[in-house]
């Protein structure tokens, strides 16, 4: 059976809300942005550099400019992973929630990168299409790029109060070369 996307996050969606010991209020609860930490493996692969990363608490929407510099051309082969964690404060280690199954990175880009990302990201960068695969070598700038965290609000209603990391990485020869933690909470309005 082929993967299916919208399957899979229903499932996610269910099997969360079975975990769920607390339920939130949504005018109680707010998701923030804490920070980002990139991981460039050797640099073999992948250069980065993250110019600005501006917060505006006031409006919760946090603005990156950024270049990444891919060495080589990105094929099918190498994959896309993506994981999300759960700071366990008992023991200050971050603890696996779930995970997606690793998409070849052609896959990705015409499944999540397409619905999830490319519309926003294409207006504030030069990051190829989502039909474009292999992904070509070279490299890529983003400008002024604005992640609003309010577009992830509806994350409240099935995850509990707490720090959270989300792990992206790219996976070549089953080693992971290239990736991006990005860090943040979901907490009580003050």
Not at 40 to 51: D, R
Not at 94 to 120: H, V
């Amino acid at each position: 059976m082929a993967f299916n996307i919208k399957n899979f996050l229903f499932l996610l969606v269910i099997f969360n809300v079975h975990l769920i010991q607390l339920n939130l209020a949504d005018d109680d609860y707010t998701i923030l942005y804490d920070r980002v930490e990139l991981f460039n493996g050797t640099g073999e692969h992948f250069e980065y550099k993250i110019h600005n990363v501006k917060k505006d608490d006031a409006k919760n929407i946090f603005t990156v400019d950024a270049m990444l510099g891919i060495k080589q051309d990105i094929s099918n082969d190498w994959k896309v992973s993506i994981e999300i964690f759960k700071l366990d404060e008992s023991t200050n280690e971050y603890q696996s929630l779930f995970a997606l199954p690793k998409f070849g990175t052609c896959a990705f880009m015409k499944t999540i990168y397409k619905k999830y990302f490319y519309d926003e990201i294409s207006k504030y960068s030069n990051l190829p299409s989502y039909d474009v695969c292999p992904v070509p070598q070279g490299k890529y700038e983003i400008k002024g790029y604005p992640i609003d965290m309010n577009k992830f609000e509806h994350l409240k209603s099935f995850a509990q109060p707490g720090s959270y990391r989300l792990d992206w990485f790219m996976i070549k020869d089953d080693v992971a070369v290239y990736g991006v933690s990005i860090y943040g909470q979901i907490a009580e309005k003050e």
